[in-house]
């Protein structure tokens, strides 16, 4: 469990870093999106099972998600 | 107004947040981005490029008009919120009667419902791609086919059923979701902008002047201006700051200047993701002609099956929320009824809402309208505190009379709005235009009809 922060930040590196060597280096488009696809699994793997369980800390009844 | 038993955070509702309970300014930081990045960020960037808005307008009408919201949320909003230490609905129940909140909110409720539905659209667009469903085209008001409404009401009925379940697990979800999406918004627009394949900014306002011409015609329709842009910016979210409703979150902060924290909401959301969702409809109509703003195909052009499912859940965790609270609001104007009913009533006014996809292509109206009709509550809020010694009217005033309507601030309020909605739905006003004129109108009316009817009840 103390492992899964990390590996969820791995799932986030793999969300942006990407799409950024895409932009300034030669990564094809294809490979960056089969990278950000395994980035979005590598995330809601490890960040659900500790993050899904914090307690919310306000009362946002009133936001309107604009 | 809230559900306390789904909810655990609603605690303090009628009473004072205390010391033991106060937070740093890290926590807001947090909170305010990751609540605006949201489905809704998929639809406003594409339709400022639809609008005709220049790319220094973008950048530059974006950067004023959020700064001015930030300072909205800080000098407005933050100071009466850390002195107060109440929520909106518990401020305003005591200026304007417990039975004028409940219309307040349930002209809320309403507004929330459509919002959801614009939501539901953007959603089953995302939906539709694997079907290989065609989505209606710009500006078309009506559905265009049968698959698109069964899409539309399909998802619309589960994101209802889950709403009717209660507020923790969407919010649970959506805690998790949201840093990810934050990245993904911003990885479209990396992607896009390769795919625009602009050297310089030069090219890049070249490329983008271009997508304008092709999404308009050479004539061209539209233009918003850079007034245009940064007023919608600073009040797309007036019903929070101006409008008082976030008071309900600063009453925990340990000082006001955790106003600032909305920076973090503003920013990322209404200035990165908006320009990252405008840049992949510049994309998207460079590499394909095609000018229809469809977050589902234009995620999937920039990002693969992880733009799809940021579509999908960016739609999902917003209109979840959204119809959980239109469903109290209803459940508040009904005593008796039952919040499962309400959500799933306000869930089938949401969904038959989304079956008409002008509610998410006329979203930037309608966002402007939704504010124009609920952010000038924020000042009564405002006057109420501020001015009622100054000029010498009670302030909460309900409270102490223990009347359930406040008339002043009823006609302070309706008067202002319903020469606004004259203005925008018969003259065609811009809602954008009308929201501080409405906020500052109803401020003073409010100072003026208290000192009225508080002389009135004296003398007799």
């Known amino acids: 469990m103390k492992f899964l922060p990390l590996i969820s930040l791995l799932g986030l590196a793999l969300t942006i870093i990407p799409p950024l060597i895409h932009l300034f280096g030669d990564l094809s488009e294809k490979m960056t999106f089969t990278l950000m696809g395994v980035g979005m699994v590598v995330w809601y793997l490890a960040a659900t099972p500790w993050l899904a369980f914090q307690k919310p800390e306000f009362d946002d009844s009133t936001q309107d998600q604009i | ?460």
């Open chain 2, 1 to 460: 107004m809230a559900d306390t038993k789904n909810n655990p955070t609603n605690e303090y509702e009628r009473t004072p947040v205390p010391p033991k309970a106060l937070k740093g300014p890290g926590k807001f930081w947090g909170m305010y981005a990751g609540e605006h990045a949201a489905g809704t960020e998929f639809m406003i960037g594409p339709l400022f490029l639809l609008s005709g808005v220049t790319l220094q307008n973008i950048f530059l009408g974006l950067l004023v008009g959020n700064l001015l919201a930030v300072l909205s949320w800080r000098f407005v909003c933050a100071p009466i919120a850390t002195q107060a230490r109440m929520t909106l609905y518990f401020h305003l129940e005591k200026i304007a009667g417990r039975k004028l909140v409940k219309f307040y909110n349930l002209a809320n409720g309403v507004l929330f419902c459509f919002l959801a539905g614009a939501m539901i659209t953007v959603s089953a667009t995302a939906i539709g791609i694997p079907f290989n469903i065609e989505m209606p085209e710009f500006n078309a008001v009506y559905p265009n086919s049968t698959a698109f409404v069964t899409i539309v009401l399909a998802v619309g009925a589960v994101i209802a059923l889950v709403a009717a379940r209660g507020y923790d697990v969407v919010a649970r979800f959506a805690n998790v979701a949201a840093p990810w999406m934050v990245l993904v918004f911003l990885a479209c627009g990396i992607v896009a902008l390769k795919q625009i394949g602009a050297a310089n900014w030069q090219g890049l306002n070249e490329i983008w002047t271009e997508s304008i011409t092709v999404a308009q015609g050479s004539e061209g329709q539209a233009k918003m201006g850079f007034w245009s842009v940064a007023l919608f910016a600073w009040f797309c979210n007036s019903a929070m700051h101006i409008g008082m409703a976030d008071l309900s979150v600063f009453r925990y902060a340990k000082k006001a200047s955790s106003g600032w924290a909305a920076a973090g909401g503003m920013f990322v959301g209404h200035y990165m993701a908006w320009i990252a969702a405008a840049f992949m409809l510049a994309a998207q109509i460079k590499m394909t002609g095609n000018t229809t703003p469809n977050p589902g195909i234009m995620a999937a052009n920039v990002a693969g099956i992880a733009g799809i499912v940021c579509v999908v859940v960016a739609g999902w965790t917003t209109a979840n929320p959204t119809i959980y609270r239109a469903g109290l609001a209803f459940q508040a104007m009904i005593p008796g009824s039952s919040r499962t009913t309400m959500t799933l009533v306000a869930g089938a006014v949401a969904t038959i809402a989304g079956v008409f996809p002008a509610f998410a292509f006329k979203l930037l109206d309608f966002v402007g309208f939704y504010g124009t009709v609920l952010a000038p509550m924020g000042a009564v809020i405002f006057a109420d505190w501020y001015f009622s010694k100054r000029a010498g009217f009670t302030p909460f005033a309900a409270e102490k009379s223990g009347k359930g309507v406040n008339p002043a601030v009823l006609i302070a309020w309706l008067i202002p709005v319903a020469i606004a909605t004259y203005l925008i739905k018969v003259e065609g006003v811009a809602s954008w235009f009308c929201i501080l004129p409405c906020w500052i109108a109803t401020g003073v009316l409010y100072i003026f009809f208290s000192k009225f009817f508080q002389s009135k009840t004296a003398q007799a």
